[in-house]
C-alpha cells in the first residue's frame, strides 16, 4: 500500500503547493480603482457563467447518476457504487475548474498591477495562477482516483469517476469554447469591424464577456480537458493492469500493476513543483529569452520525472515486489516514450503554428494575394501539420506495446501526462496575461506596461498552440487506452473490420467528429450573431457611449448573459450526441459490443486528425496574422494585413471551439462505452 | 456465355453510340472566324496538355508494367498476363479519355454556335459531346474487362486491368484537378483581381489555360475517375464472386456469379442510350425546367435499368441456371439499393449546395459580416453534409451484405454505376456549356447568346455538384468492394483492431487523404503563383496587350505550358504517395496483410468524408456567390459579393482538385492492394 499512500500524499502536497501559488498571488498589489472595477466585472462575469452552467450541470449529473444507479441496482454486471464514483468525479472536475477559475479572474489585474514594476514580477503573478490550476487537477485528480481505488478495488467503478470529469469537461470545453468565441468573434465584428473601434475598447459591450471568456475557455476548458486526459489515463491503467507481464492473478489494490500509475502521478508532482521554482524571467521583452524561462521549468520537471519514475518503478516493482529488471525497464520504456511523444507533439506544433518557421511564414507571404489564399495555405497547413503527431502517436503506441502490451499504451499515456501539474501551468497563464493585457488598455496604463504584457501575451500564445497539441496527443493516447479497457471489459478478442457490422460502427465513428465539429463551429456563429446584435443594440440604445463620454458605461453583464446562454443552448446538440451514440449502437443487436469497438477507434482516427488540422491551421492564422502585425508584408493598416485577419477569424472557431471539443468527444464516446459496456450486445 | 457475349454486344453498341453522337457534334455548324479561332486555340491548349501527359504516363506505365512482370515471372503466385492487363486498362481508359477531350473541345465552339438558334439546340449539342463521355467510359470499360475475363478467367489478371484505368486516374484527376485550378485561380488573382478586366477576358493570358482545364479536370479527370469505379466495381464483384450463395464451386468464365455485373453493366447502357434520347428542352432559360430536362432522361435510364436489370437477373439465375427467386430477388434488391442510393446521395448533395435551399443561402447571408463568417459557415456547411451520403452509404452497406453478403456490396456498387452511360453525360456536359459562354464572350456574341449559354452553364454547375457526389459514392462503395476482395485475396478472416499492428495501420490509413489533400491544395497554390506571374509578365512585356490594342494577343500556349508543367510536376509526390504506401505497409513483416486491411479502411474512411465536406462546401461557396451575383443580399460589386468571391476561391482547389482527387486515392490504394496481395506478410 505504501505506493497508493506516497500518491495520496502527493495529492495533499499539490494541494498545499495550491495553497502556496494561490497565496502569492491573492497578496499581490491589486492596481488603481480602475483596474479593480475592471477586475471585479470579469470575475462578476465568470461568477455568473459558473453558475448559469452548473446548475445546467447538475441537471446532467443528476440524471447520469438516475441512470447509472437504476443500472447499478437493476443488474448485476453494473455496480450501483459506479453511480457514487460518477457523481465524485464530476465534483472533483467542477472543484478544480472553480478554483482555477477563481484564482485566474484575481489574477489578471494584479498582474497588470505588477507589469508596472516589471517583466519577472509580473510572469510569476501570472504563472502562478496557471500553476493553480495546474496543481488542482493533478492534485485532486490523483486524489480523488487513488481514494475510490482503495476503497473500491474496481476499476469500472473507478470508471465512473473518470465518467463524471467527462461531463464536466463536456461542458467546460465544448459550452467554454462556445462562450469564449461568441464574445471573441461578435466583439470583433460589431466593434473593430463595424464601429471601428479598437480591440479591447471599453466602449464595446462585449469586451467583458471576451475576457471571461478567455478564463471559461482557456483555463477551466482546457484543465477540465486535461483533467479527463490525467484521470483517464490512469484508470485505464487500471483497467489493463490484468494484462501487464506482472499482474498478480487477481485484483489487489496493491497489486504493482495497480499501484504503478498512482506511484508515476506522484513522482510527477513533485517534478512539477522543482519545475515551477525554475521559471523566473530577466527583463528583456524577448520573446525567444521568454520561452527559455518557461521551458526550463518544463525540461527540469521532464528530466526529474523520468528519473524519478525509474527510481519509483525499479523500487516498486523489483526493490518491493522481486520482478525483475526486465519489467522495471519495459516499464520505464513506456513511461519515457509516452513523455517523449509529448515533447516531440509539442515541438511539431510549435513548427507548423509559430512565425519562427516556414509554414506560419508562408501563409502570412499569402496575404498579397488576398484571404482566399491564406485560408487555402493555412488549411493545407493545417492538414500536412497531422504528420507528425500522427507518426509520433503511431510510434509511441508500437514502441509502448513493444515493451509492455496495452498495459503499456496506456501507461505511456500516464507518463505523457505525469508533469501535467506544470506543461498546464504553462498553459493556463497566457489567458491571465491576456485578461492582464485587455485590463492595462482599458486602464489606460503606459505604453511600457502594455509592451511587458503584450510579451507575455505572445508567449502565452505559443505556449497554447503547443499546449493544445498536447491536450490533443494525449486525448488520443488516453482514448486508446480506454478503448482497449472498453474491449477488455466487454470480453472482445476481435474487432473484425470483416465483419459488416463493426465496419458500419467505424465508418459511423469516423463520421461523429465531422459531425461535432460543424455542429460546434455553427454554434458559434449563431451565438456571435446574437452578441453582435447585442452590441449594436447598445451603440444606439445608450447615449453618449459610441463616443466614449466619460461616465458612460456598456451594459457588460448583458453580453456575458448572452455569450453564457448561447454557450448553453449550443451545447445541448453535440453534448446529447456524444454520450447517446454510443450507447444506441452498443443496445443495437446487430451492432453490439463489437460495432462499438469500431465506432470508437473511427471516431478517435477520425477525430485526432481533424482535431489537429484545425487546432494547427487555427494556430497558423493567428500567427501569421501577428508576424504582419509585427510588421511583415506591410504591417497593420495594409490589404495584407486585412487579409491575415480574415484568417485569424476562421481560426478562431477552428483553434479554440471545435478542434478543443473534438479532445472531448473521443474521451467521452470511449469512457461512456467503458462504463456502459455490460449493457450491450454481444454475438 | 449468352450473358458475356451480351456485354460485349452492349459495349459495341455503346461505341457505335459514340460514333452517332460524336457525328451529330461534328457535322454541327463552327460559328464565326473568330469563334473558330479561339476554339482553335483550347484544342491546341488540350493536345498540349495530354501529349504531355501521355507521355509521362508512359513512363510511370512502363515501370509499372515492368515491375508486375518481373514479379509475375519469379513467383508463382502472381500472374504475369496481370503485367499485360495493366497496360490494357490504362490504355483503355488512355483512349476513354482522349476521345472524350477530343469531342469536348470540338463542342464548345459548335455550342456557342448553335445558342445563336436556340437553347435546345445548343444543348444537344453539349449533352451529345458529355454523351461522348459517358458512352465511351461504359462502353470501353465493359468491353475490355468482358474480353479479358473470357480470355483469362481469372479475376487477379483482370484486376491488373482496374489498376491500369487507376493509373490513368490518377494522372487525369489529380493532374487534371491541379491544371485546372491552377489556371482558373492564378488568371483570375492576375486579371480579375490585380488588372481589373473581366473573367474570360481575351487580354487575359491565362484564358484559354482556363478553357482547357475545364476540359481537362471536368472532362477528362471526372471520366477516368468514373472509369476506374465501372471497372473497379465490376472486377470487385468477379473476385468476390466466391462468396456468392450461387456460386458454383470453380472459377469459369460464365458461371452466374462472374455473368451477373457484366449482364447488369449491359442493361445499364441501354437504359442510358434510351435515357439520352429523352434529353431536350424547350426555350425558357429557367434553371427548373432545364434541370428537368435532364432529369427526365436520367430517371428514366434509372427505371429502364431497375426493370431491366430484375428481368435479366431473373433470365440468368431462375431461367438459365435455376438457382431458385429467392436468389433472383436478392441479387436485384442489392442492384436497387446501389441505384437508390446515387440517387439518394445526389439529391442530398444537391440540396447543401444549391441555392435554392437553406445551406447554401445561410452561407450567402454571412457575407454581410464578411469573408471569414462565409467561410466558417461554408466549412461547417460541408462538415454537416457528409451525414447523409455517409448514412446512405452504410444504409446501403447492411442492406445489400444482409441481401447477398460481400459480393451483395460489390453488386450494388455495379448497381449504381449500371447507368453511368447517362449519369457521366450529364456531368461531362457542363465544361462544354462552359466553355461556349466563355466562346461567346471572347468572340462578342450577342447578350442573348450570352444569356442561353449562361443558362446552360448554370444548369452544368448544378450537375457538377451533384455529379461529385455521386463520384464519391461510388468510389466509396467500389473502394470497400474491393478493399473486401483484397481480403479474400489474400486469405484474411479478420482485420482485428486490437492488434496493434491493424491499429497502426488504421491509422495511417486514415492519415493518407489528410496529407494527400494538403500536397493537392498546396500545388494549386504554387502553380497558380506561377501563372499570376506569367500574366503579369505578358502585361508587363506586350505592348498593348493590357488597353485590349486590336491585332496585339497575348501568349496563351506560355499558360498552358505552365499550367501542364504544374500539373505534371506537383502530382509526383501525392501520387507516388498512394501507390508506396500500400505496398510498403504489405511488405513490413511487423504490419503486413492484415495492417493493410486497416490501412484501406482508414483511408476509405477518413478519406471519404473529406472528400464529401470539400466539395460540398466547395460547391456551396460557388453557388453561394452565383446567388449573391442574381441579386441577393446587394448583388455584385457590394463588399457582400467580395466576401462571397473569397468563399468560392477557397472552394475552387477543394471541390475540383483536392476533394475528387480523394477518390482516386481510396480506389488506387485499394487497387495496388489487391494487385499485389500475392506479395505481402502474412502473420
Redo the contacts between chains.
Sequence with gaps: MEGLYLAIGSGALALLFVIFLANRVLKAEEGTELMQEIGAAIQEGANAFLKREYSVLAIFVATVFAILLALGLSRDEQNPETAYAYVIGALASGLTGFVGMRIAVKSNMRTAAAARDGLNKALRIAFSSGGVMGMSVVGIGILGSAILWIIFEDPTIVAGFSFGASSIALFARVGGGIYTKAADVGGD?AGK?EAGIPEDDPRNAAVIADNVGDNVGDVAGMGADLFESYVGSIIATLALASTAAFYGGEIVSDGPAFVLPFLIGAVGIVASIVGTFLVRTGETTNIGSLLWSLRRGIFAAGLVGLAGSFGAIWWLLESQNSLGMTAVWNVSGAVGVGMGAGVIIGIGTEYYTSYEYGPTKGIAA?TA?????V???G??????S??IP??V??AA??GA?ELAGLYGIAIAAVGMLSTLGITLATDAYGPVADNAGAIAEQAGLGPEVRERTDALDSLGNTTAASGKGFAIGSAVLTS?ALM?AY?KAVG???????E?ST??G???G??MP??F???T??A??RAA?DM?EEVRRQFKEIPGLREGKPGVKAEYAKCVEISTNGALREMIVPGLLAVVVPITVGLIP?LGAEAV??LL??AI??GS?LAI?MANSGGAWDNAKKYVEAGAHGGKGTSNHEAA??GD??GD?FKDTSGPSLNILIKLMSIVSLVFASTFSID
Design positions: 465584428l469591424v499569402r494575394t488576398g484571404p482566399a489564399t485560408i487555402i495555405t488549411f493545407a497547413t493545417g492538414m500536412l497531422t504528420i500522427m507518426l502517436i503511431v503506441v508500437i506495446n486508446l482497449a474491449a472482445l478478442d476481435s474487432i473484425n473490420l470483416l459488416v465496419l458500419v467505424l465508418l459511423l469516423a463520421l465531422f459531425v465539429s460543424a455542429l463551429m455553427e458559434v456563429g450573431q453582435v446487430f469497438g469500431g477507434i473511427g482516427a477520425s486528425l488540422t485577419v480574415v477569424t476562421v472557431p
